[in-house]
């Protein structure tokens, strides 16, 4: 069995602060005044990465990751004591959470309907079953994925907006909130930043892509998407983007080898086993990461009509699908604005 763990999700951002620094040879005249601050740790599970272009960079960096390790200790599966993780431990009672949790419960139900449950944050029984991203990582038995499957159902999840407390009702439900929280972070991170007025940064939490206004040199950020090979690290394609979020989920962010066959982590809540649809990466566009965020996993995980045909519905989204037959498919409003780097791929539609 081989396995593939990594923090990161598969946008990368092509040389975007070296890039930030060069666009321009006469840079430092025109943003003399422009300080710089860049750090990167290691949150959420996944690494991220903040480069701020103004003064107070660094203090509102520190704030940022401050923010970050607040959310997360809300939210995360693997802290015991996590908002979550109480809900998780009590089923059939309310427990009131915090205005961040419940925030992002709301939402992440919210597209549990608008997709027909194929965005499931009710779908922690199957995550833990198959383990996939950690050293446990196994192909449950049929039986085994079956029982799961019973302990799933975003219907279950009752949420009291004027208690902001949750219960849950189906016994043996967890919930899991991987496919949305870090776009949550993302976009409140942006509202520190802007409280300073800032006009240019750009944030990374693990392949969750949000910019603040142009490069410093007044052009577009430039952001590069993966080649989906499984260890190409290569670029596939390549848009420009300005206040805006790009969000990317793939077959290959976190997986596992057997017999030959690819395990992959997004789930398909219907079937219990990790999707098979030809679709193998999709990025989302949007002035929010929040739903970029749980855009990319349902998308994914809809397919490519159905998940094109949603995103054509709702306004400012936008979506880059690449399928196993290396065709890539853009929605309407990226189509002449997506500039692809591999001949092997091919534009669709």
């Keep these: ?28 005249s025109i943003n003399k005044d422009l300080s710089h601050h860049s750090e990167t740790t290691f949150l ?40 979550i993780n109480q809900i998780n431990n009590s089923v059939g009672k309310f427990v009131k959470v915090s205005e961040d949790t419940f925030r992002v419960l709301e939402k992440a139900v919210a597209y549990a309907e608008l997709t027909d449950g194929k965005f499931e944050p009710g779908i922690g029984a199957l995550v833990e079953l198959w383990g996939i991203g950690t050293e446990r990582a196994r192909i449950p038995s049929e039986q085994e994925i079956n029982k799961a499957r019973e302990k799933v159902d975003y219907n279950s999840i009752i949420l009291d907006r004027e208690g902001c407390q949750v219960k849950l ?24 930043i802007l ?9 990374n939490l693990g392949g969750n892509v949000l910019v603040i206004g142009s490069k410093p040199d ?10 989906p090979g499984l260890e190409s690290g290569k670029i596939m394609a390549r ?17 596992f080898e057997e017999g030959g066959i690819i395990y992959h982590h997004i789930i398909d809540p219907e079937t219990g086993y990790p999707a098979r649809n030809g679709v ?10 929040f739903d970029a965020d749980a855009l990319s996993t349902a998308v994914f995980l809809m397919g490519t009509e159905k998940g094109m045909e949603l995103v054509e519905g709702m306004e400012g989204k936008e979506a880059i699908i690449v399928t196993e037959k290396k065709e890539v498919f853009l929605s309407t409003g990226l189509k002449g604005k997506v500039e692809l780097f591999n001949s092997d791929f091919s534009l669709k539609g």
């Design 44 to 83: 959420m599970g996944t690494v991220v990465q903040i480069d701020i272009y103004g003064s107070e960079g660094e203090k509102l960096i520190k704030e940022s990751f401050e923010r970050i390790r607040e959310i997360e200790e809300k939210m995360s599966r693997n802290i015991p004591d996590s908002e």
């Design 218 to 227: 007044g052009s577009p950020w430039r952001i590069g998407i993966q080649d």
């Design 195 to 203: 409280s300073k007025g800032i006009k240019s940064a750009y944030l």
């Design 280 to 289: 193998i990466t999709v990025s989302i566009i949007s002035s929010a990461a």
């Design 169 to 192: 009702l189906r016994e043996g439900m967890s919930l899991d909130l991987g496919a949305i929280a870090k776009g949550y972070a993302a976009d409140e991170l942006r509202k520190i």
């Design 239 to 255: 848009l420009k983007i300005e206040d805006q979020a790009v969000v990317t989920s793939g077959n290959y962010e976190r997986y």
């Design 1 to 28: 069995m081989r396995f593939k763990k990594t923090g990161y999700y598969f946008i990368i951002l092509t040389g975007i602060i070296t890039f930030a620094l060069t666009a321009c040879q006469d840079r430092d």
